[in-house]
C-alpha cells in the first residue's frame, strides 16, 4: 500500500507555518478515488491504477523531508528510528485488515491458499515477489479474486526503504547541509537512468515483471525524493506556478482517462504530472483550494485505510454478491465505514502513543503481530472445508494409494466405486470387457484421454469393451522417419501405448486419440499448430491412421476442449453466496474465439479422411454455443469439469450419447 510516509494532524493555513503540506493529503484522495474507480469498473477511468504511482511519487517526497528532518547521531540509530515509525504507521491496521479479510475469504472462497499466502508475504514487504512469481497478471481474473493483490505496492515501496535510508545517510542528507543534498540528488539520478529505462523495456518485453518489482519502479519514488531536494535549492516563482498548478492537476486528472493500451505513455506522464504539481501548488491558489476543502482532505488522511480495504470489499464481494450497479453505492459506503474505524480506532492511536518497551520494544512488537497475523492466515488455509460456508463438489479424483503399485497402474477395471482412476504422475492401463459383436475403444494420449473414463464407462455399459493407455503429461506423439513411423516417450511405461494398442487391437476397433494443447500460449511447444511445424506431427498422425486401416481399424481425433480461468471448480458450483462470482469471465472459456480459430488450423493440418476422423467435444458440452461454454452442470447439480481444462466424471459421460452415435457411423461405413 503506497502509505508509508508520516502525517500530521495540521490543517491548512494561508502561510506555511510547519513542513506539513495538506495539498499533498488531497492529491492522496485523489490517488486512492482513481484506483477505487478504476477496480470497481474499468471502464469509468481506465488508467485509475496509476493513483498507485501518484502514491509512490508523494511517499518518495515525504519520507524524504521526514528523514532530513533527523538528526540520530549513529546510523544503527537512524535506522531504528526509521524503521519503528514505519511499523507504528503501517503494521496495526495491515494486520487487522489481513486477519479479518483472511478468514471472510476462507468462508466463502473453496481455495484460499492463493489469497492467504498473499496475505502472509504482505505482512512481510514481499506480496509484489510473491505474486510475480505466481505470474499474476495485475489486469487479469486471478488478480481480481485475489484479496490481497492490491498490497503489491506495499511491498514495492517496503523494499524501496530498505535502501534508501542507507543512501540519506551515507551522503551526508540532512547532516551535512553544503554537500549532502548535492550527493543525495546525484546518486539518485545515476540510479533513475538505469531503473527507468527498465522500467520500459519490460514493460513492453514482460509486464508483470516491469509491474510488481521494486528495482523498476525506483524511479518513481526517487522522482519525488529528487523533486523535495529540488525545492529546497530552486523553489518555484509564485506567478508561474499560480497559473501552472491548475494546469498539472487537470492533466494529472485526464491521465486517468487514457486507454489501458497506452499504459506506458500514461505511466510516464502521471509521474511527471504528479511531480508537477506538489512543485507548483502554494497555498491559497485554485489547485490548493480544491485539494483542501475538508471532504477532500478526510478522504486523503484516511487514503492508507480506505485503500486497504476497498481492495477487500471489492473482492468479498466478487465472491458473493458481485458488483452491479445497485450493490456499488452499498458498497462504497461500506468502504468508507471501515477505512473512517480503522483510521479513528486502530491507524491513529497507534501511531501517536507510545509503545512499551522503547524503540525496540516497538520493533519487537510489530515483527511479533505480522508473525501471529501469518500464523493465523496460514491455520485458516491448512483443512480444507474447516472454514468453507458453501458445499464442496468433487471434481476429478486420484487413484487410491494402496492401489497403485510401483510406477504403474493395472486395474481389470477403469472405475472404482464410481471414481475415477487418475493418478498424477503415474502411467495408467485399465480395461473393461465389452458384450460379443461389439469393438473394442482404445483411448490413448495423455491425461486428456484418462479423463474421458466416464464416457469409457458409458460406452461399456452399452456393451462396448473399452481399455486406456495413459501418460501425464504425455501426449501420444507418433513420428516419421524415413516413411517409418516410430514414437517417441519418456519412459519405457509409456512406449506401451503404442505397443499394447498394436497387440491388442483386432479389425473393427476404434482407436481414439486424446492429447492435450494447451490454450494459455497458442504458440507454445505443445500447440498441436506448433508440433505439426516443428516436427510434423500431423504427416505421422495421417501416417499412422492409414497404418491403422491396414489393420481394419478406425482413428477417431478429440479436438481440445476449451480451458477456464477457475482454479477450483466450486467457485462456478451454485452456491447460496456465490452468485457474484458465478458471473464473472472466471466462469467461461479462455479465448474462445482463439480456441475455434486453433480448431480450425487442426482440421487443415489434419484433415479427415477415409480413417481418421474429428470428434468435437465441445460441440455436446456447449449446448447453447461455443462461446457460451458452462463448466458447471446447474440442472444435474455436478461438475462438467473438474479442473481448468480436464473433465469430470458428469462431464465425460454427458458425450456418451453424441459419440455413441458417432461410432455407428464409423462401423456402417
Known amino acids: 500500500m503506497p502509505y508509508l510516509a508520516d502525517q500530521q494532524g495540521n490543517r491548512p493555513t494561508t502561510e506555511r507555518k510547519s513542513s506539513y503540506r495538506p495539498e499533498i493529503d488531497g492529491l492522496r484522495a485523489l490517488a486512492v478515488v482513481a484506483v477505487i474507480a478504476n477496480h470497481v469498473n474499468k471502464d469509468w477511468l481506465p488508467s485509475g491504477f496509476l493513483g498507485v504511482d501518484v502514491f509512490f511519487v508523494i511517499s518518495g517526497y515525504v519520507i524524504t523531508a521526514s528523514l532530513s528532518r533527523q538528526s540520530q547521531a549513529t546510523f544503527p540509530d537512524f535506522l531504528l528510528s526509521f524503521y519503528v515509525r514505519r511499523l507504528r504507521r503501517l503494521i496495526p491496521a495491515l494486520v487487522a485488515f489481513s486477519v479479518i479479510t483472511g478468514l471472510l475469504i476462507t468462508l466463502v472462497n473453496p481455495g484460499p491458499g492463493d489469497s492467504l499466502r498473499t496475505g502472509i508475504a504482505s505482512l512481510f514487504g514481499l506480496s509484489n515477489l510473491y505474486l510475480l512469481h505466481q505470474s499474476t497478471n495485475y489486469f487479469g481474473v486471478s488478480a481480481e479474486v485475489n484479496s490481497f493483490t492490491h498490497t503489491w505496492s506495499l511491498g514495492v515501496e517496503e523494499q524501496f526503504y530498505l535502501i534508501f535510508p542507507g543512501l540519506v545517510w551515507f ?25 527507468f529505462l527498465l522500467f520500459c523495456f519490460l514493460y513492453v518485453h514482460n509486464q508483470s515483471t516491469a509491474f510488481f518489482l521494486m528495482p523498476t519502479r525506483f524511479w518513481e519514488l526517487s522522482s519525488g525524493a529528487l523533486l523535495y531536494i529540488g525545492l529546497q535549492v530552486n523553489p518555484p516563482r509564485k506567478r508561474i506556478a499560480q497559473v501552472m498548478a491548475p494546469i498539472t492537476l487537470l492533466g494529472l486528472i485526464a491521465t486517468f482517462f487514457i486507454s489501458n493500451s497506452q499504459a506506458l505513455v500514461a505511466t510516464v506522464v502521471c509521474v511527471l504530472l504528479t511531480a508537477l504539481s506538489i512543485y507548483t501548488i502554494a497555498p491559497m491558489d485554485v489547485a490548493y483550494k480544491f485539494l483542501t476543502r475538508p471532504y477532500v482532505l478526510y478522504l486523503g488522511l484516511i487514503s492508507y485505510s480506505l485503500y486497504l480495504w476497498h481492495w477487500g470489499v471489492l473482492s468479498i464481494s466478487r465472491w458473493t454478491v458481485g458488483i452491479h450497479p445497485w450493490t456499488v453505492p452499498f458498497q462504497l459506503l461500506l468502504m468508507l465505514l471501515l477505512a473512517s474505524l480503522s483510521y479513528k480506532y486502530i491507524e491513529t492511536p497507534f501511531r501517536n502513543k507510545a509503545w512499551p518497551g522503547g524503540t525496540r520494544g516497538t520493533l519487537f512488537i510489530g515483527i511479533s503481530a505480522s508473525l501471529i497475523a501469518s500464523i493465523t492466515l496460514l491455520c485458516f488455509g491448512l483443512k480444507k472445508d474447516t472454514l468453507y460456508a458453501g458445499q464442496r463438489y468433487l471434481g476429478l479424483s486420484s487413484y487410491p494409494d494402496n492401489i497403485i503399485a510401483g510406477s504403474e497402474i493395472k486395474h481389470s477395471n477403469c472405475m472404482l466405486s464410481g471414481v475415477i482412476i487418475f493418478n498424477a504422475n503415474k502411467f495408467v492401463q485399465c480395461s473393461l470387457p465389452g458384450k460379443p459383436g461389439f469393438p473394442k475403444v482404445f483411448f490413448i494420449g495423455s491425461s486428456h484421454a484418462m479423463h474421458l473414463a466416464g464416457l469409457g464407462e458409458s460406452l461399456n455399459k452399452r456393451g462396448y469393451g473399452v481399455a486406456f493407455l495413459a501418460a501425464q503429461g504425455t501426449n501420444f506423439r507418433p513420428m516419421l522417419d524415413n516413411e517409418s513411423i516410430k514414437f517417441k516417450f519418456s ?16 479389425p473393427g476397433d476404434i482407436i481414439v486419440v486424446a492429447n492435450r494443447y494447451p490454450q494459455d500460449h497458442f504458440q507454445s511447444d505443445d500447440s498441436f499448430v506448433t508440433m505439426s511445424h516443428a516436427t510434423g506431427l500431423n504427416h505421422a498422425l495421417l501416417a499412422w491412421a492409414k497404418e491403422q486401416q491396414k489393420r481394419g ?3 477417431i481425433h478429440m479436438l481440445p476442449l476449451h480451458e477456464y480461468p477457475f482454479f477450483d471448480i466450486n467457485q462456478c458450483s451454485p452456491q447460496w453466496f456465490n452468485a457474484g462470482m458465478r458471473e464473472t469471465n ?9 480456441r475455434t480459430k486453433e480448431i480450425r488450423q ?31 452442470d446447474k440442472a444435474a447439480l455436478k461438475p462438467i469439469f473438474s479442473n481448468p481444462d480436464h473433465l469430470a466424471d458428469h462431464g465425460a459421460s454427458l458425450l456418451a450419447d453424441r459419440f455413441e452415435q458417432f461410432l455407428r457411423k464409423l462401423r456402417a461405413e
Open 171 to 195: 551522503t551526508g542528507f540532512g547532516r551535512l547541509p553544503s554537500t549532502g543534498n548535492r550527493n543525495l540528488m546525484v546518486v539518485l539520478l545515476l540510479l533513475c537512468l538505469p531503473s
Open 491 to 506: 519412459t519405457t511405461k509409456e512406449s506401451t501405448i503404442a505397443t499394447t494398442v498394436l497387440s491388442k487391437s483386432t
Open 553 to 555: 481399424v478406425k482413428v
Open 586 to 594: 472466471i466462469c467461461n472459456p479462455k479465448n474462445p474465439d482463439q
Open 602 to 632: 487442426i482440421k487443415t493440418l489434419l484433415p479427415e479422411g477415409e480413417n481418421l476422423f474429428h470428434f468435437d467435444q465441445r460441440q455436446v458440452l456447449c449446448k447453447d454455443s461455443l462461446v457460451n461454454c458452462q463448466p458447471f
